[in-house]
């Protein structure tokens, strides 16, 4: 499946797009190590602590790069989801020449300033990481948001949830 917007890409881009696409699965070695923080970072969210939450994060990025062998990534867990018109942002990835790329998260909904349901917020963390692997791990000029990025996001998803998180 192609989303709309490839239309509007130059062939180089779409080149990049396809090769993205074509990527489903991020495969983690002993990520048995990385299921312990699984349910605390539930157990955070649920006690509305952003610190720990943040902590929690910061963890289990460290565990991920590791385990990939990409640059390590800073972490911000903010409180309230910034929104516009068009929504409220979940997550945001930020790259910069010769500094370590920084991922933002925000733990509450801007309408209702509720803390986010656990998968979700997971499942944006693991998003964003999916955007540092893009650049680091497949050496891909752009990040685009694909069939093949969000099944990675998925892959990775499924191999840290356990039948008890």
Excluded: N
């Excluded at 157990?43 to 952003?50: H, P, T």
């Excluded at 720990?52 to 963890?59: G, H, L, M, N, S």
């Excluded at 944006?124 to 650049?135: A, V």
Aim: net charge positive; proline share 3%.
């Amino acid at each position: 499946m192609v989303f709309s917007y490839y239309s509007k890409l130059s062939a180089a881009r779409k080149r990049v797009y396809q090769k993205s696409d074509g990527i489903h699965t991020v495969l983690l070695s002993d990520v048995a190590i990385l299921h312990p923080l699984i349910p605390c970072l539930a157990s955070a969210l649920e006690q509305e602590d952003r610190i720990k939450v943040e902590e929690i994060c910061k963890a289990l990025l460290t565990g991920l790069v590791e385990r990939l062998s990409v640059p390590r990534i800073r972490l911000r867990v903010l409180a309230v989801r910034p929104s516009t018109a068009g929504g409220e942002l979940h997550g945001l990835y930020e790259l910069e020449e010769g500094r370590a790329a920084v991922v933002t998260l925000w733990m509450r909904t801007a309408k209702h300033k509720r803390v986010v349901a656990f998968r979700s917020f997971l499942r944006t963390l693991l998003h964003e990481f999916c955007h540092h692997l893009d650049y680091h791990l497949y050496r891909l000029p752009d990040s685009y948001h694909t069939e093949g990025f969000y099944k990675r996001e998925s892959s990775l998803f499924h191999q840290l949830m356990t039948e008890e998180s």
